[in-house]
């Protein structure tokens, strides 16, 4: 595997040199992972395109794009991918708010499903979509348990409209994802927080799906509203500050939630992801050393899955919370998966309105939110497997 990596920033192209340079005329593969008056902008995918002419072009808003151990605001970051053992295929998903999220993952599976099918990046529109419904359905017809992973497109902390493109400047209302194919290609995922959990632990009595009603009886919004504090005056953007921690049943896995929006009409609380009843979740808050401590244990987690010390591509993609909770800190937890890929790894990424990864090897994908999610990339010889 070799890639090639560029950023747009101020108008300007720069090459950002890798220790695998790819072939532009030979790559595969292009991710590009931006602002959205970026990423939607013709002239910057004609540029990538005619830099890369035989390549897949996929594109993503982002709410900040990480490369190599920095965060970058309102700019593109490009990441080529030649790949020398394996193969991709890219396929696209229109979706609209009335679109039955579970029912466009399951079509994502059947067409990219394939005997040698080693691994899945979905990155989906933002807005609208139901993170956890996707999943569910990709999941559904996934019998083989490849890892799913990748992530819902941001809009920086506006959550007005995301874009998504393949082979075409990025739109609204797109999910792409895209299929790694061979023995050879080696995949590592992990997926971290690093937030406390605080308060008792309650019980959702009532909901639907991704919009939560009550919680012990009581409406979901006024008993929210009642651990805010100061902070209840800047809903919904301050729920990211205060997501929930849910869990299942007794398995020790706990999935997080954070809230896209509020109904103060009908007391009601939209998530990024489901909360079934009877799940149990507990509010959480930040804790700055453990958020970036996170990011060093999804970076470890990730080589040990990948069977291989230092993968030759890693994609980083971080909740767009935890970027509002480190502000000028941001940075350091990109820099702390660094120290643990080392120099020779591409490093791409973005912050996301929702992770996808699971949350062991050989486990279906979930939805998480406020987390690191790392996928590492290698290719290995064929008799050494």
Not at 337 to 346: H, K, L
Not at 359 to 373: A, I, K, V
Request: charged share 20%; glycine share 8%.
């Amino acid at each position: 595997m070799k890639t090639t990596q560029l950023h747009y920033q101020s108008g300007k192209w720069i090459n950002i040199p890798t220790k695998k340079e790819a072939n532009p005329l030979k790559a595969q593969l292009v991710l590009v992972f931006g602002a959205g008056i970026v990423v939607g902008d013709a002239q910057v995918y004609d540029y990538v395109k005619n830099y890369f002419p035989h390549a897949d072009i996929i594109s993503c808003s982002t709410s900040g794009e990480i490369l190599a151990d920095n965060v970058y605001d309102d700019t593109a970051v490009v990441t080529a991918i030649q790949l020398e053992k394996s193969s991709v295929k890219a396929v696209l998903q229109k979706v609209s708010s009335g679109v039955n999220s579970y029912e466009t993952g399951k079509s994502i599976m059947q067409q990219l499903e394939a005997e040698n099918l080693a691994s899945i990046l979905v990155l989906s529109e933002g807005s609208f979509i139901n993170g956890s419904e996707l999943v569910n359905g990709l999941n559904e017809l996934n019998t083989k348990q490849v890892p799913i992973t990748g992530g819902l497109a941001g809009d920086a902390a506006r959550f007005e409209r995301t874009q998504v493109g393949l082979n075409a400047p990025a739109t609204e209302g797109n999910v792409v994802a895209i299929g790694f194919y061979g023995n050879e290609v080696k995949i590592g995922h992990s997926s971290f927080g690093g937030w406390d959990e605080f308060g008792k632990e309650r019980i959702i009595t009532k909901s639907d799906k991704n919009v939560l009603y009550e919680i012990d009886g009581e409406t979901a919004l006024d008993l929210y509203k009642q651990y805010l504090g100061p902070y209840v005056n800047e809903l919904p953007g301050s729920a990211l500050l205060f997501p929930l921690s849910m869990r299942l049943d007794d398995s020790g896995k706990n999935l997080v939630r954070t809230i896209l929006t509020i109904d103060e009409d009908k007391k009601t609380m939209t998530f990024a992801g489901n909360l079934p009843e009877g799940a149990r979740v507990r509010l959480m808050k930040a804790n700055f050393e453990k958020i970036i401590e996170g990011s060093s244990i999804a970076a470890a987690k990730s080589v040990e899955t990948g069977q291989k010390q230092f993968p030759e591509l890693a994609i980083l993609i971080s909740c767009v919370g935890r970027k509002l909770i480190l502000q000028d800190r941001t940075s350091e937890e990109v820099q702390a998966a660094r120290n643990i890929f080392g120099d020779t790894t591409s490093i791409t990424g973005f912050y996301s309105y929702g992770e996808i990864s699971p949350f062991n090897p050989h486990t279906n994908c979930e939805l998480h939110n406020q987390t690191m999610t790392i996928t590492t990339f290698s290719e290995v010889q064929s008799d050494t497997l």
